[in-house]
């Protein structure tokens, strides 16, 4: 399944240019096919002359080459491969990728190509956790593109964090799997079956212009829903706003508030699965003013009442109960204790509990690490994307609506 396949790997202008001459060699090894571009910045790392010899191909790197052009054209280029690589993935590169800039060969065959992208990021530290970069991956990622690390240690500028270009075996590796999984027949497990989620902060009015809220970016609950939709659930996510966009083949209500929420999600009912993934706030402001507060000297004094709580209403249905209600318990110490307790007080079936203290990054970043807690216990998963938490999140959903025993 796998030989015989053919990438188009992006050689971007980083030092970690070097390492792609090894996973050249290691795709050779299974039998990939690999046709290069070599960005302006890349030829600095390494030369077109050492590429050609090892793709035994011709080696691109001019977007207004006549010769290029009659051989293959650009946009042939970009869809002429099974697979398109970007390694090293420099900062610039994502960015433009994330913009839509077309500005060189390498980043018009990105913007033309219909095939999967797979990117290995390689970029000083400081460079990668910049919010910038944080967030052109986070798109990316949002967009389907597949992120190889980057891994942690010493770096060529004499640092040491996270930034490394993942090794080129990995690289392979990643590679060689998307190839098997991707010939592996379609068996969309949850066809039939319809789930809710929920997702994003909730706004809750304080007066027409003012809202109480949390720094919940729904990323998490929206890779959810994505996941369950790609098993073939129909979904319908309900979103409390956000900045993402609303996920292909997902229907999304979207809402304000905690009563607005619940209400969507109800009126989505029945459902098979549920899951509850909102930071939904906690409290409201009782009977907000219609009129904007005036600053007049004195300080308004805000009458705070408890919202609905959307999961445990979803848990404790008397007629046509959802079989798997799922909540998440959002915390910043005995981030499990306080979970297994969620999971009783609440009567849903699994909390997924994570750690969101402001030294994880959890909150709006991309990243992952769960606990997932059930009546058989407790499982920690390595920290994950927040999209490979939906997935996997997805897999032990469909498990246990064939077994559910388990
Ligand atoms: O009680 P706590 O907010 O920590 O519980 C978190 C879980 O409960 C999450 O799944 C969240 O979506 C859900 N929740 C809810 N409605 C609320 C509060 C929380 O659905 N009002």
Same mark, same amino acid.
């Given at each position: 399944?796998?030989?015989?396949?053919?990438?188009?790997?992006?050689?971007?202008?980083?030092?970690?240019?070097?390492?792609?001459?090894?996973?050249?060699?290691?795709?050779?090894?299974?039998?990939?096919?690999?046709?290069?571009?070599?960005?302006?910045?890349?030829?600095?790392?390494?030369?077109?002359?050492?590429?050609?010899?090892?793709?035994?191909?011709?080696?691109?790197?001019?977007?207004?080459?006549?010769?290029?052009?009659?051989?293959?054209?650009?946009?042939?280029?970009?869809?002429?491969?099974?697979?398109?690589?970007?390694?090293?993935?420099?900062?610039?590169?994502?960015?433009?990728?994330?913009?839509?800039?077309?500005?060189?060969?390498?980043?018009?065959?990105?913007?033309?190509?219909?095939?999967?992208?797979?990117?290995?990021?390689?970029?000083?530290?400081?460079?990668?956790?910049?919010?910038?970069?944080?967030?052109?991956?986070?798109?990316?990622?949002?967009?389907?593109?597949?992120?190889?690390?980057?891994?942690?240690?010493?770096?060529?500028?004499?640092?040491?964090?996270?930034?490394?270009?993942?090794?080129?075996?990995?690289?392979?590796?990643?590679?060689?799997?998307?190839?098997?999984?991707?010939?592996?027949?379609?068996?969309?497990?949850?066809?039939?079956?319809?789930?809710?989620?929920?997702?994003?902060?909730?706004?809750?009015?304080?007066?027409?212009?003012?809202?109480?809220?949390?720094?919940?970016?729904?990323?998490?609950?929206?890779?959810?829903?994505?996941?369950?939709?790609?098993?073939?659930?129909?979904?319908?996510?309900?979103?409390?706003?956000?900045?993402?966009?609303?996920?292909?083949?997902?229907?999304?209500?979207?809402?304000?508030?905690?009563?607005?929420? @619940?209400?969507?999600?109800? %009126? !989505?009912?029945?459902? $098979?699965? =549920?899951?509850? *993934?909102? /930071?939904?706030?906690?409290?409201?402001?009782?009977?907000?003013?219609?009129?904007?507060?005036?600053?007049?000297?004195?300080?308004?004094?805000?009458?705070?009442?408890?919202?609905?709580?959307?999961?445990?209403?979803?848990?404790?249905?008397?007629?046509?109960?959802?079989? @798997?209600?799922?909540?998440? %318990? !959002?915390?910043?110490? $005995?981030? =499990?204790?306080? *979970?297994? /307790?969620?999971?009783?007080?609440?009567?849903?079936?699994?909390?997924?509990?994570?750690?969101?203290?402001?030294?994880?990054?959890?909150?709006?970043?991309?990243?992952?690490?769960?606990?997932?807690?059930?009546?058989?216990?407790?499982?920690?998963?390595?920290?994950?994307?927040?999209?490979?938490?939906?997935?996997?999140?997805?897999?032990?959903? =469909?498990?246990?609506?064939?077994?559910?025993?388990?």
């Amino acid at each position: 399944m796998v030989s015989g396949k053919r990438v188009l790997l992006i050689i971007a202008g980083g030092i970690a240019a070097f390492k792609s001459l090894e996973l050249i060699r290691n795709l050779r090894r299974r039998d990939i096919a690999v046709r290069c571009i070599l960005t302006q910045a890349g030829s600095q790392f390494v030369t077109p002359l050492s590429l050609a010899a090892l793709t035994e191909d011709k080696v691109y790197q001019d977007l207004f080459s006549l010769t290029d052009e009659s051989e293959m054209g650009h946009i042939e280029l970009s869809r002429d491969a099974d697979l398109v690589v970007v390694a090293p993935a420099t900062a610039n590169i994502l960015a433009k990728m994330r913009a839509g800039i077309a500005d060189d060969l390498a980043t018009t065959a990105l913007l033309a190509t219909d095939k999967p992208v797979y990117v290995a990021p390689a970029m000083n530290v400081r460079m990668w956790e910049h919010a910038a970069s944080q967030d052109n991956i986070a798109v990316l990622q949002e967009r389907g593109v597949k992120i190889i690390g980057p891994e942690e240690g010493d770096m060529a500028c004499g640092e040491y964090g996270l930034g490394r270009m993942s090794e080129p075996e990995t690289i392979a590796e990643a590679i060689e799997n998307f190839f098997l999984e991707a010939g592996q027949p379609n068996t969309k497990s949850l066809i039939g079956k319809k789930a809710i989620v929920t997702s994003g902060p909730t706004h809750e009015a304080i007066d027409p212009v003012r809202y109480l809220a949390n720094h919940s970016s729904g990323r998490q609950g929206h890779a959810i829903a994505k996941a369950l939709a790609a098993e073939g659930a129909e979904t319908v996510l309900v979103s409390g706003p956000t900045q993402l966009p609303d996920p292909g083949g997902v229907t999304v209500k979207h809402v304000q508030s905690a009563e607005d929420m @619940l209400a969507a999600c109800q %009126a !989505a009912l029945p459902a $098979d699965i =549920v899951v509850c *993934a909102a /930071a939904v706030a906690d409290w409201r402001i009782d009977n907000p003013p219609l009129e904007k507060i005036k600053k007049n000297g004195s300080l308004p004094s805000l009458n705070l009442v408890e919202n609905p709580d959307i999961l445990a209403h979803l848990s404790q249905i008397d007629k046509n109960r959802p079989e @798997l209600v799922i909540g998440f %318990a !959002a915390e910043t110490e $005995d981030v =499990v204790t306080y *979970a297994q /307790a969620k999971l009783a007080k609440k009567g849903c079936d699994w909390i997924v509990a994570n750690d969101v203290s402001p030294e994880t990054g959890t909150f709006g970043g991309t990243n992952n690490t769960v606990h997932v807690i059930s009546g058989d216990g407790v499982e920690d998963w390595p920290t994950l994307s927040k999209e490979d938490v939906g997935r996997k999140l997805t897999t032990r959903i =469909v498990n246990f609506l064939e077994t559910p025993s388990k």
